[in-house]
């Protein structure tokens, strides 16, 4: 593996970096596999394939061999997510910056396709509300899917640009910016990477992250946090950016304590000192990256009108009541005729977004009403809300993965009506029992192609 000359000369006086160790651990062709384990929807038959913890993540691992993930029901049901370990030192940031209760806080995932940070973000602030967000079209349709497996209620999902967030001044408590960029961490996963970076790639990125971070820098609160990464080396990409942010917007640099063990390299940048935390693989189990958190020191506020949100009638609350028994702090609204389900203290939150973006999904659904029937979505059953009202269908591994390839099989027991179908303790998703066939309700669109 031919790494760029020019990458590797910028690097010679770069805090950490080790061009033998790095050039040989990039010609070694070993990979790194890790998952993060979705705390709500945990399942025994996971343990047998952890191979020690990420040691910045709660929930994660590294596992001993890279096994199919297409072909593990439990993948698809959103019971963990494939994230390269290095990128889960966001979480470790987080707990460090808000140590204590973290009920009620907002926070922005600016670029957050295809949504390991995301998911991320959502299970650490599991009481705030993640507002996720994808400029590029094609990339927010993965995200929508990735965070309707993960299955928890305070995600909401953008499609928006960075300069559509404009009248969301000191809005967020956290913004999270994991910026395009070069892309040289990646060079030992991804060949095409090496072929595509360049210094006036490098020099296009650096300008891009700052377009980004001037767009969005007004909507962090006073007293929040940015947090910034990127998975390059390359000092006008990080470091640089860092001088940049406390220079032009007087952001103060926030120290996070690591332990000497893990090897990450704390670094400060050349003007004003702010500190960054550059990822090796030649010295961690994990990919290249980089990150830096900031505290806003200074900000206004945003008064913001509120879209008009159909909120379900007593009628319909009493028909929706068999399904959702003693739940509370929940609000329930009408997108067309789709009932979606969102935490009731953010409720106006939804509607000032509403109000300035173009939303691709908030919150739950639970379904739609056809006459007096209810009819069940996907999005709730693969959600962590409680499951009432409808039977459980165990299956096997065999006949889930044809429940996920949306084929025909035969369980040993059905109850009539719809069901949950469920693998290891985890829902898959829903069908339709009648007395003469079962009618599978998985999505099309996700089903596995693959035999």
Known sequence: MDLPKQLIDSLANVKGFDKAAFEAIHASGEQVTSIRLNPFKPSLALETIKDGPVPWCQDAFYLKERPSFTMDPLFHAGAYYVQEASSMFLAHTINQLIPGTKKGLKILDLCAAPGGK???????????????????????A????????????NMVVTNNDPEHFKDFTGYFDVIVVDAPCSGSGLFRKDKQAIEEWSEQNVVHCS??????????????????????????????????????LVKDFQLASCSINIQSSWNIIATQSPQHHAW?????????KGEGFFLAAFKQTHNGFSHLKEASLT??????????????QNEVDATYFKQNNSIRRVPAQFFTTIQE?????????AGIEIGEFKGKDLIPSHEWAVSTLPKNGIAFLEVNKEQALLFLKRASFTPSQVTLGWNWVVYEGVVLGLVKVLPNRINNYYPAEWRILKD
């Open 311 to 324: 909120t379900l009638s007593k009628t319909e609350m009493l028909a929706l009541s068999p399904f959702i």
């Open 207 to 244: 300008q891009r992250q700052e377009r980004i971070l001037s767009a969005i820098l007004p909507c962090l609160k006073q007293g929040g946090f940015l947090i910034y990464s990127t998975c390059s080396y390359s000092v006008q990409e990080d470091e640089a950016i860092a001088d940049w």
């Open 118 to 140: 995301t998911t991320l973000l959502a299970s650490v602030f599991s009481e705030g509300m993640v507002v996720s967000n994808e400029v590029i079209k094609s990339r927010a």
């Open 353 to 361: 977004l509403a109000s300035r973006l173009y939303i691709k999904k």
């Open 276 to 284: 960054g935390y550059r990822f090796y693989p030649n010295l961690l």
């Open 142 to 153: 993965i995200l929508v899917e990735n965070v309707i497996k993960w299955g928890l209620p």
